[in-house]
């Protein structure tokens, strides 16, 4: 009830309705407040000439509203005019609730009559101050209007239960609150009274009981007020005008303006709109009722937003934390690798003073002792022994010449940490906006005739579903280790074809991919089964459907760019096959996979390698060296299968396949030899140190060689010297049996010396260190020696 008050109460003064009139346009207001606001028009000019004469804004300009005429169609007596231009510029007034109405015009002349009866002055004209729509009075004046007795009924009845408990009159002593009214016997009782003084039985069963407050109410309006025409105020309202919608009395229908209209009984008229307004406000009922649920809704909201943001800042700090643990991780870790650098020149430089320490008391002894025998005046003893002498100090002359003087080690740490794409990271930080009506893309499909593979490089090939209506931004492709172990992810870009290189040979991979947008990932496509390719002295086998030739020139550049020289008429055979795989929706940190231990997907900036153990099977490579890993002064050329140095000093530089099992061989021809160079052959580490000769550290398995003789080394120490050396047009062959973990050398041939080295194990690439007095040119895809196979087959 109290939600009410504010429907009865005047827009005017603010207070209930008192004597509430019906204005045309429907709203209410009080006779008095009417009465209150009418305005007196000039008689000389009509509204529209005032409003053309008018001399600027005034206060009732916000009354230019709908022009109506005077009377409208229905002759309801509803007219408007445009503004009062020209009224008094007495500010306007605001009533209680904050609607703007109009001061009068003049002070109401004193009069003993009612606020009803009360003469209107001519030309007044009232605006209705909720809609602003204006019209004139005609002489009737604001009797024209009729009264709401309705409203007057609703306000008696909202400002009864307002009041004072009603108590029974029938208690005789504390009188108790009474519960209903017997409106024959008018008594208010209590419970107890009603039961003991007016039994539901007998006669006064037939007596109608209602609550205090109606009771109440319709004592004090008993006689209910008979509603009357406004037009023949001692007639009562008898029909019910359908074109007007107005109540009538019958002498409207026989000689006033509503006689040739349609009318109706009142009292069906009553009960129909009675049943529309209920049917009405069952509709207004159900919506009342989803608002209120929707405020609980809110409500709830409002507390779930709480707890959801202080979840949410507990996640963001959690997720900083680990980026912060993460970033410190990697501090130390790069720490350390400076310390062990720092560490390693310090070696180096002290074991190239200790060297030379020693080589120069070695000369210093030499010179002193030559000088002595140059004082002996003997000249047939000193001529015993003078081209001893001599010989010996031209050969420690050479020794001093060869780079003897030169520092094997240079004073600047050549380590440059790149933490842009790290910075650009943490500026790119923010927070990823999902949109639930926007879904992830379509799973990809596996193109079957554009996939290959060729040595141990494999091109894969995708598309999305021809119907597929949400576009993807990328695409993430994943293969696994080559022994069914986990996936990791090898490209991750928007291209729909991809080369793979470094893959192990004679291994069965899967490979896999999935699309991504802002929404998400897409579910995994079918698996692929691709087998990289056999032993050429195997026997040949059919693939279980054909593998096209012309899959060559799909080969493109991609994040795994090509590391292979990839010929043509290599007689390795590839297959494929699908195989169904559980859908995983994970996305795994591409940095983390392929810094992993053991990952070995090349990429352009540098190779990593799975080390997978898989069935011992002969095999050849195609490969050529990797100006990515090599060091600055290494000179390229035929297709990165030649190399020479601009530097008299050793560099190193890699092959760009690695190996981590089977057999390989390969070969190097001398195209350039000068000045009796010692050039260094064998494998390496990745991590080889690439500005001293192949084998100073233990990184690198080598032997070096010059016109002469050759030796092995190894973490700078030299063993099992062996006569015959090199010269232009020389062939030195490197085999690495990783079968038996072992690394024999040969020159033009021939084997040279026993087997090298043993024990074996782990991740090789093919190696050379030169200066450049020697140029080499590299030979792969080469056959083992057949004298080697046939001794391996007999073991």
Request: hydrophobic letters at 35%.
């Amino acid at each position: 009830m109290e939600e009410m008050e504010e429907e009865l109460k005047c827009p005017v003064c603010g207070s209930f309705y008192r004597e509430p009139i019906i204005l045309p346009c429907s709203h209410n207001l009080c006779q008095a407040c009417a009465r209150n606001i009418l305005v007196q028009t000039p008689e000389s000019e009509p509204p529209q000439s005032r409003r053309a004469s008018g001399s600027g804004v005034s206060d009732y300009d916000y009354l230019d509203l709908d022009k109506m005429s005077l009377y409208s169609e229905a002759d309801s007596g509803y007219g408007s005019y445009g503004g009062f231009a020209s009224a008094p510029t007495t500010p306007c007034q605001k009533s209680p609730n904050g609607v703007r109405v109009f001061p009068p015009a003049m002070p109401p002349p004193p009069t003993h009559l009612s606020p009803a009866l009360a003469p209107v002055p001519r030309n007044s004209c009232i605006t209705c101050p909720q809609c602003h729509r204006s019209l004139i009075l005609d002489d009737r004046g604001l009797r024209g209007f009729p009264k709401n007795r309705v409203l007057e009924g609703v306000i008696d009845r909202y400002q009864q239960s307002k009041a004072a408990a009603l108590k029974c009159q029938l208690c005789e002593k504390a009188p108790k609150e009474a519960t209903v009214m017997c409106e024959q016997c008018d008594v208010f009782y209590c419970d107890p009274c009603r039961l003991r003084c007016h039994p539901p039985r007998g006669p006064l069963a037939k007596h109608r009981l209602v609550p205090p407050a109606q009771g109440r109410v319709s004592r004090r309006l008993s006689p209910r007020k008979v509603s009357t025409c406004t037009d023949h105020e001692l007639e009562n309202h008898s029909m019910y005008c359908v074109q007007c919608k107005m109540p009538v009395c019958y002498q409207c229908l026989e000689e006033g303006k509503h006689s040739s209209h349609e009318v109706k009984a009142l009292g069906a008229m009553w009960k129909l709109h009675k049943s529309q307004l209920s049917q009405a406000l069952n509709g207004l009922s159900d919506r009342a009722k989803e608002a209120k649920e929707f405020l609980v809704q809110l409500r709830n909201m409002v507390q779930q937003i709480q707890e959801n943001s202080v979840e949410f800042e507990a996640c963001l700090v959690a997720q900083c934390d680990a980026l912060i643990d993460a970033l410190n991780r990697r501090k130390a870790q790069l720490l350390a690798r400076v310390n062990k650098e720092h560490e390693h020149k310090l070696k180096v430089v002290r074991d190239q003073i200790s060297h030379c320490t020693v080589k120069l008391r070695q000369t210093t002894g030499l010179m002193e002792y030559c000088l002595e025998v140059i004082k002996e005046n003997d000249p047939s003893g000193f001529l015993q022994i003078s081209d001893a002498l001599i010989r010996r100090v031209h050969l420690t002359e050479d020794q001093w010449g060869k780079g003897t003087l030169t520092p094997r080690m240079t004073t600047d740490f050549d380590l440059s940490l790149d933490n842009s794409p790290l910075l650009q990271s943490i500026h790119q930080l923010d927070f990823v906006q999902v949109k639930a009506s926007s879904p992830v893309p379509a799973t990809p499909i596996l193109q079957l005739e554009e996939c290959c593979t060729h040595n141990n490089s494999a091109t894969l090939s995708w598309k999305q579903p021809p119907l597929s209506t949400v576009p993807a931004e990328g695409y993430i492709l994943e293969l696994d280790d080559g022994s069914g172990g986990q996936f990791r992810e090898v490209y991750v870009g928007k291209e729909t074809m991809c080369t793979v290189d470094g893959l192990h040979f004679n291994s069965t991979y899967n490979a896999r991919v999935k699309a991504f947008n802002k929404t998400g990932v897409s579910l995994y496509s079918k698996t692929l089964v691709l087998q990289t390719s056999e032993d050429t002295d195997s026997e040949e086998q059919t693939p279980p459907f054909p593998v096209p030739s012309e899959r060559l020139p799909l080969r493109r550049m991609s994040p795994f760019s090509s590391t292979l020289n990839l010929q043509p008429s290599f007689p390795g055979r590839s297959y494929f096959d699908f195989r169904s795989s559980p859908h995983q929706l994970s996305l795994h940190s591409s940095l983390q996979s392929l810094n992993a231990p053991g990952c070995n997907f090349e990429t352009q900036s540098a190779p990593y390698s799975q080390l997978v153990d898989i069935k011992k099977l002969l095999a050849v490579a195609w490969f050529a060296f990797d100006p990515g890993s090599a060091h600055s002064d290494i000179i390229f050329s035929n297709d990165n299968l030649t190399v020479t140095c601009s530097s008299y000093d050793d560099r190193v530089v890699l092959g760009k396949t690695g190996f981590s099992k089977g057999v390989h061989y390969w070969e190097l021809t001398i195209d350039r030899y000068d000045n009796h160079p010692d050039p260094a052959f064998g494998v390496a580490r990745m991590d080889v140190m690439k500005d001293v000769m192949l084998g100073k550290d233990d990184k690198a398995w080598a032997m070096y060689v010059d016109n002469n003789r050759s030796w092995f080394m190894h973490n700078n120490s030299h063993t099992n010297r062996t006569e015959g050396g090199i010269t232009k047009g020389a062939t030195i062959g490197v085999l690495l049996d990783l079968n038996r973990k072992t690394l024999t050398f040969f020159i033009n041939d021939e084997q040279q010396g026993p087997i090298a080295f043993e024990n074996l194990e782990g991740l090789f690439f093919p190696a050379v260190s030169l200066n450049r007095n020697v140029q080499v040119t590299l030979h792969t895809g080469l056959p083992v020696p057949d004298f080697y196979s046939s001794r391996a087959s007999i073991a």
